[in-house]
């Protein structure tokens, strides 16, 4: 209760504060990117359940000759980079955690998808709402392997506490700062999960 009681007080006052930041943002995206300005895509929850996470969008919407996508990496602009390194890309999700469905702190909210390709253990994640930041976004983010944020996100849900939630945010501001952990590899973000590997099979 006291969690949610600090997520609804500090993103509605977030939001005020961040309200105009925001609206640029929008003119922006809109401007150069054209519409639409906000990126929305069903995401699980706590237990899984689904819902539809916002976000600014970062990517133009190029496509090959077949009609599919480009991959991420060459739809990703300089000016989406810019977006992705300074976390405003992640301010409409303030509205999703006004309205329950993230948490400021938890486990990042991945693809619909992965959810039968989790592990018992990796599944653990979902106990928990999720959240615009968590552990593993403070160390590593993008980063490191899936296996090593899977571990650091259910560790989360087993040790979570209001005091380490402080925590998680006075690093996150840091990281963002740093402009940590955006890429990984060739990858705009993370390579798509693909289930278990070789290691953890064995």
């Given amino acids: 209760m006291i969690k949610r009681l600090f997520d609804i007080g ?3 006052l977030l939001l005020i504060a961040a309200s105009l930041p925001m609206a ?12 639409p300005i906000l990126f ?32 991420d990496h060459l739809r990703l602009t300089p000016f989406g980079l810019l977006l992705r390194k300074l976390s405003l890309d992640e301010l409409p999700q303030l509205v999703n955690v006004v309205r329950g469905e993230l948490s400021l702190v938890g486990p990042r909210p991945l693809l619909m998808d992965y959810l039968p390709l989790y592990t018992e253990e990796q599944a653990k ?14 160390n590593g983010r993008n980063a490191v392997s899936w296996e090593e944020r899977f571990d650091r996100d259910v560790w ?20 963002v700062f ?3 952990g955006i890429s ?19």
């Fill in 40 to 71: 929305k895509q069903e995401r699980p929850g706590l237990q899984g359940r689904p819902f539809m996470l916002f976000k600014f969008r970062t990517m133009t919407d190029a496509r090959d000759g077949e009609g599919k996508p480009l991959s």
């Fill in 10 to 12: 500090a993103a509605s």
């Fill in 24 to 35: 640029i943002v929008a003119i922006l995206v809109r401007t150069k990117l054209g519409s």
């Fill in 184 to 202: 990984n590899g060739n990858h705009a973000t993370m390579p798509l999960f693909e289930g278990q590997t070789q290691n953890q099979k064995g």
């Fill in 125 to 138: 994640r979902h106990l928990v709402r999720p959240g615009i930041t968590g552990w593993a976004q403070v």
């Fill in 156 to 175: 989360y849900v087993e040790n979570r506490s209001f005091w380490l939630d402080i925590r998680i945010l006075i690093l996150t501001v840091i990281r």
């Fill in 178 to 180: 740093r402009s940590e």
